[in-house]
C-alpha cells in the first residue's frame, strides 16, 4: 500500500500542484478520482473525509492517517528529515559564500558596500 492517498481531479489546478510535487520528489500515491464536474466532492463520503468538500484531499498513512485539505502545505509531508534539511541549508551557505570571494557584475559589487 502506498504512504500517500490522493483525491484529486484532473481538471483541479490545485490538485495538479500536488502531483506535480509528488511527482518531482519521486513520492508514490494511490490517487481517487473525485468528479467535480457530478459533484462527487460533495457527497456523503467525501464530506466525511473533508467537510470542505473540495479536493485536493491528501492522506498520509504514514503518519496516523493525517488529512491534509490544503495543496500548498501538503507537498511539504516528507521534509521533516531535519538532517536532510541543515545539508540544503549548509549547501546553501557554501554557495553564499562562493559568490560573496567570487564577485561578478556590477549589481553584485556595488551591493557588497
Ligand atoms: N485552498 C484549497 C482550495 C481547494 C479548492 O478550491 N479546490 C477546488 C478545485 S481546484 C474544488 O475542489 N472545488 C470544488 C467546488 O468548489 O465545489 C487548496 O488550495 O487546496
Not at 479536493?55 to 538532517?83: F, K, T, W, Y
Request: with cysteine.
Amino acid at each position: 500500500m502506498s504512504d500517500y492517498t490522493l483525491y484529486t481531479y484532473f481538471r483541479s489546478s490545485c490538485s495538479g500542484r500536488l502531483r506535480i510535487a509528488f511527482n518531482l520528489k519521486n513520492l508514490e500515491f494511490k490517487p481517487v478520482y473525485i468528479n467535480l464536474l457530478q459533484g462527487e466532492q460533495s457527497s456523503d463520503e467525501h464530506r466525511a473525509l473533508n467537510p470542505s468538500c473540495t479536493v485536493p484531499l491528501l492522506i498520509c498513512h504514514n503518519d496516523a492517517d493525517l488529512r491534509i485539505g490544503q495543496s500548498v502545505p501538503a507537498p511539504e509531508v516528507d521534509e521533516d528529515d531535519m538532517e536532510a534539511v541543515d545539508r540544503e541549508t549548509y549547501k546553501a551557505r557554501e554557495w553564499d559564500d562562493f559568490k560573496d570571494e567570487n564577485r561578478r557584475g556590477a549589481g553584485n559589487t556595488m551591493n557588497m558596500g
